[in-house]
Structures are given as structure tokens and as C-alpha cells.
């Protein structure tokens, strides 16, 4: 667990900076860190068996900038919550899928 605290602490300051600075350089960063994450989630036991698109999530925030919803505002709710509805329904699937 030591290793993904360390990741994890690592993908924060890259994260409150991509919010901060909504740069592509900002975002390659987050994404490096949060990728440094998913190699370490992915590799565990529980997560090695679940039937999970690490494609989707090695580019997440690629994904979530160009669709414009990654950061709520009151112009683009109802796309944000369309998305979280979305995602819950592939998180669903994936579980009904095993």
C-alpha cells in the first residue's frame, strides 16, 4: 500500500494544478500520475480479474477535457451529470459482466 499512497500523493499536486491551470501540459502531467496509479491498482489480485477498459482509464482525463466536463459549471450540469450516469452504467455492466 506504500507504493500506491506514494503514487497517489504524487497524482494530487498534479491534479489541483490541471484544475488551476487547464493547460495540455497540465493535463499530460495528471494523466502521467494518475496512469502511475493504475499501473499499481491494476496489478492487484481483485483488480487483475475484473473485466475493466484500462484503455478508458489510462486516458480518462484526455477523455473528460474533450468533452468539455471535466470541471462542473452551470453552462455544462446536464452534460456532467449525463456522463455520471454513463459511467455508472459502465461500472454496472462491467460487475453484471463477471
Known amino acids: 500500500m506504500n507504493d500506491i499512497d506514494q ?5 494530487i499536486p498534479a491534479a489541483l ?3 488551476e491551470e487547464k ?3 497540465a493535463a499530460d502531467l ?5 496512469n502511475a ?3 499499481i491498482v491494476f496489478s492487484l489480485p481483485v483488480y487483475r480479474d475484473l473485466k ?4 478508458c482509464n489510462y486516458h480518462y482525463i484526455y477523455a473528460a477535457l474533450s468533452n468539455r466536463i471535466f470541471l462542473p459549471t452551470d453552462e455544462n450540469m446536464a452534460a456532467v451529470k449525463e456522463h455520471r450516469k454513463l ?3 459502465v461500472c454496472v455492466n462491467s460487475f453484471d459482466a463477471i
Not at 7 to 11: E, I, L, S
Not at 52 to 55: C, F, H, L, V
Open 7 to 11: 503514487r497517489v500523493n504524487a497524482f
Open 17 to 19: 494544478t490541471l484544475l
Open 23 to 25: 493547460t495540455d501540459s
Open 30 to 34: 495528471a494523466q502521467e500520475k494518475l
Open 37 to 39: 496509479v493504475w499501473d
Open 52 to 55: 475493466m477498459d484500462e484503455e
Open 87 to 89: 459511467v455508472i452504467g
